[in-house]
Structure formats: structure tokens, C-alpha cells
């Protein structure tokens, strides 16, 4: 039997969605089910970024990982890059993602739903308006490079 893409695609939604109706995450062997309202956020090394690590170690080379990053209203995040793929979903709220050097918020910021895929190394900058919870999946180590040093916000290492 064939199975199209579409139908598999309706197949996890629905599954997807009917797991949320749980109170707790559920969890399975080898399956993890998160909804929004149970992640457990913690704080990020970027002041007022909360995070939630779902699946792997992000500071690990070679595995894979996804994160939950949960941008405030006003966020900004200064031109930077990465040394691997980034792919980022918008859960909720709404993101705006730029490309370049030099940060600009005056694109149009996307919605629930959207999925942006930055090539490794590619120099990009994001912003929220309203907040935002995204979700971001790549392979170790998540490594994040600001183009201007002086736009790095996290605390200097001691």
C-alpha cells in the first residue's frame, strides 16, 4: 500500500493533537509526547530567553537536537550565525527572521506554522514584536556566533 505524504503528514497531526489533550507530557519508550502548556522552561545564557531542551544535548557534536526558545514581546536577537543547518518552526505568536549583517525588524514577521531553514554559517537576525515560542532543530554542537562581538548579550564568562 502507498502512502502519500500528505496522509502521513495528517496522520502525525492528528496524533499530534490528540496527545495534547493530556494533562502531563506523556511518555512512552522511545516516545515523548510535550504540549505547550507542560514544557518545562528553563533559563537560557541569553538573559529573558527562556529555552526547553526536547530531545538531545545541544552542546554535543554530531547529535541531533531540538530546543523550545520562548522569545518575549520586543525580543531582538543581533546579527549571528551558526556553524551547522538551523531549522526553526513558529509555534506560537509571531517571528520576524532577517538576513545580513546589519539588524533590521522592518520585514514582515510569519506566523504559527512557519518553518525557516538557515544554511550553516549564512549571517541572519530575528525579532519579535508580539513573542514567540519556537522550535529549532539541528545537529550539535548549537554553536552561536554574533557578527559583531559586542552585540553578544550573554554574561562574560568567568
Same mark, same amino acid.
Given at each position: 500500500?502507498?502512502?502519500?505524504?500528505?496522509?502521513?503528514?495528517?496522520?502525525? =497531526?492528528?496524533?499530534?493533537? @490528540?496527545?495534547?489533550?493530556?494533562?502531563?507530557?506523556?511518555?512512552?519508550? %522511545?516516545?515523548? $509526547? /510535550?504540549? *505547550?502548556?507542560?514544557?518545562?522552561?528553563?533559563?537560557?545564557?541569553?538573559?529573558?530567553?527562556?529555552?526547553?531542551?526536547?530531545?538531545?544535548?545541544?552542546?554535543?557534536?554530531?547529535?541531533?537536537?531540538?530546543? =523550545?526558545?520562548?522569545?518575549? @514581546?520586543?525580543?531582538?536577537?543581533?546579527?549571528?550565525?551558526?556553524?551547522? %543547518?538551523?531549522? $526553526? /518552526?513558529? *509555534?506560537?505568536?509571531?517571528?520576524?527572521?532577517?538576513?545580513?549583517?546589519?539588524?533590521?525588524?522592518?520585514?514582515?514577521?510569519?506566523?504559527?506554522?512557519?518553518?525557516?531553514?538557515?544554511?550553516?554559517?549564512?549571517?541572519?537576525?530575528?525579532?519579535?514584536?508580539?513573542?514567540?515560542?519556537?522550535?529549532?532543530?539541528?545537529?550539535?554542537?548549537? $554553536?552561536?556566533?554574533?557578527?559583531?562581538?559586542?552585540?553578544?548579550?550573554?554574561?562574560?564568562?568567568?
Amino acid at each position: 500500500m502507498k502512502v502519500s505524504f500528505g496522509a502521513l503528514l495528517l496522520f502525525s =497531526l492528528v496524533f499530534v493533537f @490528540a496527545a495534547s489533550a493530556a494533562d502531563a507530557p506523556m511518555s512512552m519508550p %522511545d516516545h515523548v $509526547v /510535550f504540549t *505547550l502548556d507542560t514544557v518545562q522552561w528553563q533559563p537560557s545564557e541569553f538573559p529573558g530567553l527562556p529555552m526547553a531542551v526536547l530531545q538531545g544535548d545541544p552542546s554535543k557534536a554530531g547529535e541531533p537536537f531540538t530546543i =523550545l526558545l520562548n522569545a518575549p @514581546a520586543g525580543f531582538k536577537f543581533a546579527p549571528h550565525w551558526h556553524p551547522t %543547518d538551523e531549522n $526553526v /518552526f513558529v *509555534l506560537k505568536g509571531k517571528m520576524g527572521l532577517g538576513m545580513g549583517d546589519k539588524f533590521d525588524d522592518s520585514g514582515a514577521e510569519v506566523g504559527v506554522g512557519s518553518y525557516a531553514r538557515i544554511s550553516k554559517e549564512a549571517h541572519h537576525f530575528a525579532w519579535s514584536k508580539e513573542g514567540a515560542i519556537l522550535s529549532v532543530h539541528a545537529i550539535g554542537p548549537f $554553536v552561536i556566533n554574533f557578527v559583531d562581538p559586542k552585540d553578544d548579550p550573554r554574561p562574560a564568562k568567568k
